[in-house]
């Protein structure tokens, strides 16, 4: 089967650093996005990995190593408002396969 | 450009119901995926459709449909509901690439 693997939670402290990961068990598909949920709110896009590597967009990383088939979000300098769901994604087969979500606490 | 649009936002339904729930994607954006999501089982996939044919499917019973319109709004019906069907619905829109833009969602409650 095709299946992304992500903790369901992960707590950190604000102004820190935290690493959430997303392990699969899929072959074929184009790249790995990550998409950031609040509460109540829709997903909305953060980041995409079409090649291995580090893709930076300010705050956020995004990791990806298809030989180890594994990929991570990095979240630096946390805010308050950090706190949401992280999902991971593969595009297979024209269909988006979503994680079960990792749930970001932020203490202060 | 506006974003994906969703109505309506809120729904309660009885069991054996049926409901439509209706999205606009972003203009010029040509696919229309659809997802449900509940707390135990995240986003699950339920289709997509792109110029009006439905493209991909996910694993759900035929109780859940859709449609596609030639202006790329789309429908999804789900008919005889169930308490399981309880959930938040998301559709999102895609140009070209894997970026989905998602709407608001549509939370059915099913009493």
């Known amino acids: 089967g095709q299946s992304l693997e992500q903790p369901s939670e992960v707590t950190a402290v604000e102004g820190a650093i935290v690493q959430i990961n997303c392990t699969y068990q899929t072959s074929g598909f184009y790249g790995l996005s990550w998409y950031q949920q609040h509460d109540g709110g829709a997903p909305t896009f953060l980041s995409y990995?079409?090649?291995?590597g580090l893709e930076e967009t300010g705050r956020f990383s995004s990791f990806l190593s298809r030989s180890d088939s594994y990929g991570y979000l990095l979240l630096q300098e946390l805010q308050m408002k950090d706190s949401a769901s992280y999902f991971c994604?593969?595009?297979?087969?024209?269909?988006?396969?979503f994680g079960k979500g990792t749930r970001l606490h932020i203490l202060p | 450009k506006a974003g994906v649009t969703q109505t309506p936002r809120y729904l309660i339904k009885t069991r054996g119901q049926q409901v439509t729930l209706s999205c606009s994607p972003i203009?010029?954006?040509?696919?229309v995926s659809w997802y449900q999501q509940t707390p135990g089982q995240g986003l699950q996939f339920l289709f997509e459709?792109?110029?009006?044919?439905?493209?991909n499917k996910g694993n759900f019973p035929g109780r859940f449909s859709g449609r596609q319109f030639s202006n790329s709004r789309s429908e999804m019906n789900v008919s005889t509901l169930e308490l399981g069907d309880s959930a938040l619905y998301l559709c999102a829109s895609t140009a070209e690439g894997e970026t989905q833009y998602f709407g608001p969602g549509t939370r059915l409650l099913v009493l």
């Open positions: 990995n079409a090649l291995d």
């Open positions: 459709y792109f110029s009006e044919t439905q493209r």
């Open positions: 203009s010029g954006h040509r696919s």
């Open positions: 994604a593969v595009n297979r087969d024209d269909k988006i396969i």
